[in-house]
C-alpha cells in the first residue's frame, strides 16, 4: 500500500516532533522568553506515538526522523526511538538536533537504532555562537565528537546562512568539515512565526553562496543517502559533500514527499501552510489502527501543492519549533 496525495506525490518520510522546547533560543526559531509551550497532558504519549507511525509505516511510509523542538529534552528519547525502529517497514531512523545534550546521549541512541544525525551548528565561533542560541558552543562540539566516537554516519551539520550574521563563515564552515568528516548542508531562512519573519532582513539566497564557493572550490554534483529536499555537491579532491536547501528561491514542493506531526498530534501537511489535522483526540476516543489508516488516508488529499511563503510572508503563524522541523 502507498500512501499518495492529490498530486500523485508518495508520501514515504514522517517527520516526528517529541516536544515543542528547547534548550536554545535562536533568535530566527524562539524569541527570549517565549512561554507558550503545549501543556504535557497534550503532549502524545509514546504508545501513542508507535500506533501513528504504525499506521504510516502500513501505508509506505519508511522514513521517519526525531525532530523537536530539541528532541533530547523529551525525556526517555532512546526508549521512543526503539520502540519506533522496531515497527516494521520503519527502515531508516534519524535524528535532528543541536547536540547540546548529546555527549551523554549518543550511546543509547545509536544502540536504540537512530543511524543518522542531522546536527544545527550555524557557527563555529563561540561568541558569535551565543549571540545566535544563547548557548554554549563548547557542549556541541563535545556532542559531535561523541557521535563520531559512536560510529554515526553520515553526520550532517545543518548551517541557516543569515547575510550579515554568518554569512562570512560560509568558506570556514566549508574547512571544518573537510577537517572533522562531516556533512554540510547550508539552508535559507523560512518566515515562520514571528521571529522567522524578523529575521528575513537576513535572507541570503543560496546562490550567492553556490557561486562564492565555485570561485574557490571545485564542485561536481553528488547524492547523499536521506529523504530529504537538499541538493548536494562534492567538494572535489575531499570527502566533503555540501547539500544546498532552498524552500524560498527554488522550491522543491513538487517533489515533497513528507508530513510533519506535532507533539500534541497536529499532522502538519505543509510546513509553509496551516493545513493541519487533530490525531490525538481520535486517539483518545480508542480509534483502531484501521480507523487510523483511514483518517490519514483521508488527511493526505489536503495537502496542498506548495507552500506560500513567497505570496503571503505573514502565514503560518506558528514557530518552526511547533511544527516539527
Known sequence: ??????????????????????????????????????????WLSFDETAR???????????????????????????????????????????LSTNAVQLARHAAALKQAGVSRLNISLDSITPERFRHITGGPLEKVLRGLAAAKDEGFSPIKLNM??????????????????????????????????????????????????????????????AVMPGGGPAKYVQVAGTDLKLGFITPISQHFCDTCNRVRLGVDGTLFLCLGQDHSVELRPHLRQGISHDGLVNLLTDAIAFKPFKHSFNETPDKPLRFMSQTGG
Open 1 to 42: 500500500m502507498q500512501l499518495t496525495d492529490s498530486f500523485g506525490r508518495h508520501i514515504d518520510y514522517l517527520r516526528l516532533s517529541v516536544t515543542d522546547r528547547c534548550d536554545l533560543r535562536c533568535f530566527y526559531c524562539l524569541p527570549q522568553g517565549y512561554t507558550g509551550f503545549e501543556v504535557p497532558e497534550h
Open 52 to 94: 501513528i507511525v504504525a499506521a504510516f509505516a502500513a501505508m509506505g511510509v519508511q522514513r521517519l526522523r526525531l525532530t523537536g523542538g530539541e528532541p533530547l529534552v523529551r525525556k526517555g528519547l532512546p526508549d521512543l526511538a526503539a520502540q519506533l525502529a522496531a515497527i516494521p517497514g520503519i527502515e531508516d531512523l534519524s
Open 160 to 221: 541557516v546562512v543569515m547575510k550579515e550574521v554568518n554569512d562570512d563563515e560560509v568558506e570556514a564552515m566549508v574547512q571544518f568539515c573537510i577537517e572533522h568528516g562531516y556533512t554540510l548542508r547550508f539552508i535559507e531562512t523560512m518566515p515562520m512565526g514571528d521571529t522567522g519573519r524578523d529575521a528575513a532582513d537576513h535572507y541570503l539566497d543560496l546562490r550567492v553562496v553556490r557561486e562564492r564557493l565555485e570561485r574557490r572550490f571545485s564542485l561536481v554534483d
